[in-house]
């Protein structure tokens, strides 16, 4: 199946810097990418789709001068964490989807841990 | 947008019985079900889906059926190991353009040797 990488898998950083995590789609062209977030425990939350070349859409209650998102690329997009706090930390996921097929291909996630 | 509600949330079962996860969704406009296993700390992978077309599909030991005008759809594993043991989420597409996938709760499944 398509591979989707992610990283860093783990990121440790202090209150107040910002994080950025990337998500990249090596054998196929992502037209969408989905960043999720997941609490211990508990399922996927959706937090906005991007899609290559326009700004991207935002779930309710998801602060996106909180959560900054780039695709400027099909293979390609970023999630950053501005100014983080310890709320913040979660495990984060992104996935991909080409412009060919409907299955989702997940990152292997990212583990921000805020102190 | 979409509502899936899945059960239960923990199973426990003894290895070489079988385990059914249920779902129910909310928006009839939904036409894709997949299932994903996901392991602690690592990426869901996706093991089974099926479309609104299609009432049942079948992989070696897992199955998964759709009932589209009750609007639920099941898991079904048979001749459980050990290493089926995994958080289990069930999906729907919901038909909005960008193919948002909105995950159930997911169930957490133990297969005991």
């Known amino acids: 199946g398509a591979v989707v990488s992610q990283h860093p898998s783990r990121v440790i950083c202090k209150s107040g810097t910002s994080v950025k995590i990337e998500c990249r789609s090596l054998d196929f062209q992502a037209t969408t990418m989905f960043w999720y977030r997941q609490f211990p425990k508990q399922s996927l939350m959706l937090m906005a789709t991007?899609?290559?070349?326009?700004?991207?859409?935002?779930e309710q209650g998801v602060e996106k001068d909180k959560f900054l998102i780039n695709h400027a690329s099909l293979t390609l997009s970023t999630l950053t964490v501005t100014s983080a706090h310890p709320e913040d930390s979660s495990f984060y996921i992104c996935?991909?989807?080409?412009?060919?097929?409907?299955?989702?291909?997940f990152g292997s996630g990212t583990q921000l841990s805020v102190l | 947008g979409e509502n899936v509600e899945q059960h239960p949330s923990t199973l426990s079962v003894q290895e070489g019985d079988s385990a059914v996860i249920k779902c129910t969704y909310s928006?009839?406009?939904?036409?894709?079900f997949p299932w994903y296993k996901q392991e602690l700390g690592k990426r869901p992978q996706l093991i089974i889906d099926i479309r609104s077309n299609v009432g049942e599909k079948k992989d070696q030991r897992i199955a998964v059926t759709l009932n589209k005008t009750a609007k639920h759809f099941s898991l079904h594993i048979t001749e459980t190991q050990p290493e089926d043991s995994a958080v289990y989420f069930c999906?729907?597409?919901?038909?909005?353009?960008?193919?948002?996938?909105?995950f159930g709760t997911g169930t957490r499944l133990t297969v005991i040797p």
């Open positions: 991007s899609n290559e070349g326009s700004k991207a859409t935002y």
């Open positions: 999906a729907a597409s919901d038909q909005t353009g960008a193919n948002n996938l909105f």
């Open positions: 928006d009839s406009a939904s036409n894709y």
């Open positions: 996935s991909a989807r080409s412009q060919f097929a409907e299955k989702l291909f």
